[in-house]
């Protein structure tokens, strides 16, 4: 039951580099959430890891992942995106953390010595809650 | 392998009224996340929710949670806790969910015709990011 296409009202708000979690599932399924970077990419999201990260192993085993998003720091305004990775990586020229890293501080990623990947959500459904 | 107790450090930060974000499993495993109000009870997290949330179905299926905590307006500092939900009850009172707005408000809780169920969060794992 897909939920998109996102309202007008609501990219507009994901839009803007704002505070956001990710979950995945371990292999066992338990979830695991972490603060993470996004931005909306066409009716994808974007987000990237260090390859070292565990975070890379679960999404191989099980792409499904849930995105909360806060509308900056209005903690009860907030999007939350469940969809699955269906595109992984290697973030060869590290364009894609720059992309993210220019979004959220106006510069180039400093950490350039390690290797990186992107990894791209569909959206399956999403629920928004505000305080009207 | 439990990584409890949580460092005094870290205790004195998720003391405080921070904006956080629960994941629950779908029946089907999928993840689901939402923004939470919580409070740290002793070595357990409380949660409450209106007794009509799916999140409370998802819970009764599944015990297993995340929870994501920011360090306030710091999106940089989270701490993520792995662990499972060990204790459902009925709020009668609203006194759980009256605790929790009291922490994040300052007033008891404003709508007070719903029914409410208070859920215990037993912490298995943690991991906790700093700028540092």
Known sequence: ???TPLPERLRAMLDRPNP?????????????????????????VLVN???GRR???????DP??????????D?????SLQG???ELSADETLAGIDRLALHYTGRAFGARD????????????WHAWTDD
């Open 75 to 79: 903690w009860y305004t907030h999007v």
């Open 49 to 51: 890891m260090d390859e």
């Open 20 to 44: 956001a979690v990710i979950t995945t599932l371990r292999a066992d399924g338990q979830p695991v959430s972490v603060a993470t970077w996004y931005v909306l990419d066409g009716d994808r």
């Open 64 to 73: 499904r992942v849930s995105l909360t998003v806060f509308d900056g720091d």
């Open 114 to 125: 390690r290797r990186r990947v992107n990894a791209w959500i569909e959206i399956d459904r």
């Open 1 to 3: 039951m897909p939920t």
């Open 84 to 86: 699955r990775v269906t």
């Open 55 to 61: 975070r890379l192993d679960y999404l191989r085993d």
